[in-house]
């Protein structure tokens, strides 16, 4: 079975500062993807980015970009020039790729970001 | 661009009572999943459905079952409730073979029992 682990429960910066989340795995699958998933005070769930794990480069979107280590099994997100609509809970998620059909998310406890004025 | 649709979005109900919670996938998506979240915890996955087939079950109690309709849509259904069952509910869907695997959460269902 896939654990995810979050250390960090919870991160406070100041706004346009850059601020890194962590998130571990343990898994003995070798095709998965790992994805952020941001829930802001609404409760929506919001895709945030998405990587590979047969991708060597990392995924980057706009602010938010990923140091994705295979070998590490680490996955961290890193949010730049963070903005108050960054206050969140962040959550890591793993999902194993199988050839077909629905494959579910394993989610780690989740991080809870404050970005300060 | 159209999203998740779940209705209801907020349900009270007593112990004992019976619930339905109502899921509409992205269209063309043809898988869906479940998900509860309780307070202060991370998303923890019910079922899933693929092509109108369970595809997957995790901790899903036997008081619950679910389905996916030939429209695609799926419902929930939660029998016997107990205070316990009091969470946020989250329906997702995805593209299960073709597509890049994203699932796409709805805005939940948020369930109380009393």
């Known amino acids: 079975a896939q654990t995810v682990t979050q250390s960090q429960p919870e991160m406070s910066v100041q706004e346009a500062e850059t601020v890194t989340l962590s998130c571990t795995y343990d898994t003995s699958e070798n095709n998965y993807y790992l994805f952020w998933y941001k829930q802001p005070p609404s409760r929506q769930m919001i895709l945030v980015i998405r990587q590979e794990a047969y991708k060597q480069q990392n995924a980057t979107e706009n602010r938010f970009s990923v140091n994705f280590q295979k070998a590490a099994k680490s996955f961290s997100l890193k949010i730049s020039d963070s903005q108050l609509g960054d206050t969140a809970m962040y959550f890591c998620a793993f999902m194993k790729l199988n050839r077909g059909g629905a494959q579910k998310l394993v989610f780690g406890q989740g991080t809870r970001l404050t970005i300060n004025p | 661009a159209a999203g998740v649709i779940q209705s209801p979005r907020h349900l009270i109900k007593e112990k004992r009572e019976t619930a339905t919670l109502k899921c509409y996938p992205i269209?063309?998506?043809?898988?869906v999943y479940w998900y509860q979240q309780g307070p202060g915890q991370d998303p923890q996955f019910l079922i899933s459905f693929y092509e109108k087939m369970q595809s997957d079950k995790g901790s899903i109690p036997d008081r619950f079952s679910a389905q996916q309709f030939s429209d695609y849509h799926s419902e929930l259904n939660m029998s016997s409730l107990e205070l316990g069952d009091s969470a946020l509910y989250f329906c997702?869907?995805?593209?299960?073979?073709?597509?890049?695997?994203?699932?796409?959460f709805g805005p939940g269902t948020r369930l109380t029992v009393t």
């Open positions: 997702a869907s995805s593209l299960g073979i073709t597509g890049e695997r994203e699932q796409y």
């Open positions: 269209p063309r998506h043809d898988t």
